[in-house]
């Protein structure tokens, strides 16, 4: 009995250290590896700000996203288009250039997991498993020059 209790203690004492170095080197993947051998998998929420089906829960996220980045200023906003556009129309033509899912996924790969999302609420995690949708949307804004 006495001889389990310090094992187990020892343990114990080992996967806190380990936590606390990866946490120490910011080194977020070890950290969370660590955590996670200690405190098991997180569940996916059923329930994402209160909805629990799945096109409830993307129409959130959609509708969450088209409020994010939007001009502080309307009519400057309008004026700085139309300046960008004119000045545009007047670039040479460039050959077409397209991004493929191999692209996509070597840069999504070098992401840090575990970061905070930023103005747009985007983490890495999502990028993680959108490579193809995102190879569409970035050949959607290269073919129509849009950023």
Not at 57 to 82: G, T, W
Request: proline share 1%.
């Amino acid at each position: 009995m006495q001889l389990n209790l310090k094992t187990e203690l020892q343990s114990t004492s080992s996967q806190n250290n380990s936590l606390n170095d990866a946490l120490l080197s910011k080194d977020m993947d070890a950290f969370w590896n660590s955590w996670k051998s200690k405190f098991g998998k997180h569940q996916r929420a059923k329930v994402v700000d209160g909805c629990c089906d799945e096109k409830s829960i993307a129409d959130n996220f959609a509708k969450m996203f088209s409020q994010v980045c939007v001009p502080n200023f309307y009519e400057r906003h309008s004026q700085l288009r139309s300046n960008f556009n004119d000045q545009f129309s007047c670039y040479p033509q460039t050959r077409v250039v397209s991004v493929d899912v191999e692209t996509v996924d070597k840069c999504v790969s070098m992401l840090k997991m575990g970061k905070a999302a930023g103005i747009d609420c985007f983490m890495a995690k999502h990028l993680k498993y959108a490579d193809v949708l995102l190879v569409t949307l970035f050949n959607i804004l290269l073919t129509h020059s849009l950023v």
